[in-house]
């Protein structure tokens, strides 16, 4: 039988969502102490990273019953998160800060840190005689960035570092989601394809019943077929 209804939520456990929530609470605090309290900058900037984050929760919650919905919710989260890039970018321009090369040791350093185990989560231990819980976590805390974000140039250079990072992501993700969609369909796809095996399967299994010499009576009870015995 076809599974209706797929595995969905969960998002908390996403790589994806996890970067975009730094990147939102970075903004916040970018915001905060770089973008004039006057300009629509500051609005657009923390609301183009809240939609990022918001949008790839969403997209896993209605993952099961709507392939298509959860596309397009993260298409929108990858759309305001480039959005959100390119603010930061022009931040830069506009005062003539420098905007670092990938190549950069410091955004060599920034990548990393995203893939470090957290070390004051203690869930994780190098103590091989300790039997406590031993599950890895990465950073997930915007924390973990704090030193990147004393002046304007390396706070917007470090947030940029993160939101490739969490593009990068994403459209991994897309390309998933795309090849799913393609191979399993929607659910109405997946509905289509049960009612399908329903009403085929039941003429089907008739066939074989009366080819076994047996009968369906209107009760639903299968029994001998009295006419095929005496056939015989």
Request: glycine share 4%; net charge positive; hydrophobic share 30%.
């Amino acid at each position: 039988m076809t599974e209706l209804i797929a595995k969905h939520g969960g998002y908390k456990n996403l790589k994806s969502f996890q970067m975009a929530q730094v990147v939102y609470d970075l903004t916040v605090e970018f915001v905060e102490h770089y973008i004039d309290r006057k300009s629509r900058t500051r609005d657009q900037m923390t609301q183009a990273a809240r939609s990022g984050k918001q949008n790839i929760a969403e997209a896993s919650v209605t993952s099961g019953t709507s392939k298509k919905s959860e596309l397009r919710l993260m298409d929108v989260a990858r759309a305001s998160l480039q959005e959100l890039l390119e603010d930061y970018s022009d931040f830069l321009r506009q005062r003539n800060l420098k905007q670092w090369n990938k190549d950069d040791e410091r955004a060599v350093a920034i990548r990393q840190l995203a893939y470090r185990i957290d070390r004051t989560d203690r869930t994780d231990r190098t103590d091989k005689t300790d039997k406590t819980n031993r599950t890895n976590r990465t950073d997930k805390s915007h924390r973990t960035y704090e030193s990147y974000m004393s002046n304007a140039e390396s706070a917007a250079n470090c947030l940029i570092c993160l939101i490739n990072q969490t593009n990068y992501l994403l459209d991994r993700q897309l390309l998933s989601l795309e090849q799913e969609l393609t191979e399993r369909g929607d659910l109405s796809d997946r509905i289509k394809t049960v009612r399908k095996e329903q009403i085929a399967g039941l003429p089907n299994m008739e066939k074989f019943l009366r080819q076994q010499g047996f009968q369906r009576l209107e009760d639903g009870r299968v029994v001998k077929d009295e006419k095929t015995e005496s056939d015989s």
